[in-house]
């Protein structure tokens, strides 16, 4: 089947598919060139800042809020992000309804994203319904986290100002920073500069968990990333080498036969840290 007159000369074994640069490399000269760090080696891990309130018992994992054991059941609580594009705007009263009907579920805890007009309301209304918060923070996959040094610090900016704001927030039990970003970075660039931003991107968080926990010293950092099957190996292992700070890697995962199969994975790639289904 081949489609031109090219055929392997008798007795050879192999193609050589070796092609010769030196016709083009005057056009190399053309492209914007970037100097990467060395990020495809292996570091020095840095020395993790963790959680006071995440303890390794004999055979698991605990998160400990008001000194016990706390085992999350949560609903992803974002209405009300776009209410600027038309939607109607988010009331107290439909916060409190739906916090009754998520209490009514049995579910403890909401996770919400991104500081708005409308956290005092929440902070309120879960107080009165005895419900906790996971309080998150998104971080855009078109970002380049190598490059784009303002952006990263207006992130940081927002983080910290905002953990300094509400840690006295009763009801908030978890920070969360990061929600699928290391795996959607592929949407938006390709190999082999992907590799370096997600490592980048992962050193960022470590940065920021450990500010964070230099603030608040008690409530744990947690980042959720996609459950992408063979990538999901990938994120473990940047996270397990590059950020040691978050206390907790949520996964957000939908399919009991994927759930099912998390256990395993961290117990071979990242047995020193727990995980969460997010």
Known sequence: NWITDFRPENGNEFIDWTYGLSDISSYLDLFNQVKLPNTFGYENTPKASKSANVVNNEGGFSMLVEGEPFYMKGICYNTGHDWEEGFIPLTRNQIAGDFIKIKAMGANTIRRYEPSI???????????????????FWFDPKTDYLKDKDKLAAYEKKVLSNVRKNIDQESIIAWSIGNETWGLLKKHYGQPYLTVLRREYVKFLENLAQKIHKIDPNRPVFSSEEHDNIRLLGAIHDFKNYAPSIDVIGINSYYDENISALDEIFTRTDSNRPYTIT
Do not use: P, R
């Open 118 to 136: 409308y956290d005092w309301n929440i902070f309120k209304e879960a107080e009165d319904k005895g419900l906790k918060i996971m309080y998150g």
